[in-house]
């Protein structure tokens, strides 16, 4: 037989702090993911089935899980591994499962894969 425990409000050892869960829950991370373009390999991930590499510097991701919409918030960070103009972008549309983005260089506009691209999303699970 399956347990179910219901919490309302999570306090501190000493009953002073307290917040609500779902605070907890919706203000938790959905996805993140740790993507190598080079390889097209996702080192370390949650909720991220999948990346499809459109061509240099240019990545979707699909998630496991589903978000509700394609307006949940998404951050992508990179470290330089080309150039020190490199930044990262979100690019196109968001759909509720899926997030593209580009790895490209400032000076010159040209895309570039790197080796150390970060992604996290937040928002509400289907």
Known sequence: MASELRVNTLKDAAGNNS??????????LKY????????????D??????????????????????MTNG?????VSSQPVVSPYERPKLFG????????FQNERTDNGVDVDTTDLSIQGAGDLA
């Open 71 to 75: 307006f949940h918030s998404s951050n």
């Open 93 to 100: 549309l968001n759909t509720s499962t899926t997030q593209r």
């Open 19 to 28: 917040i609500a869960t779902s605070f907890v829950a919706n203000g938790s």
């Open 32 to 43: 993140w993911g740790f993507i190598n373009q080079v390889t097209g390999t996702i080192e």
């Open 45 to 66: 991930t949650l909720n991220i089935a999948s990346e499809l590499d459109n061509g240099t510097g240019d990545t979707t991701i699909t998630l496991s899980s589903a």
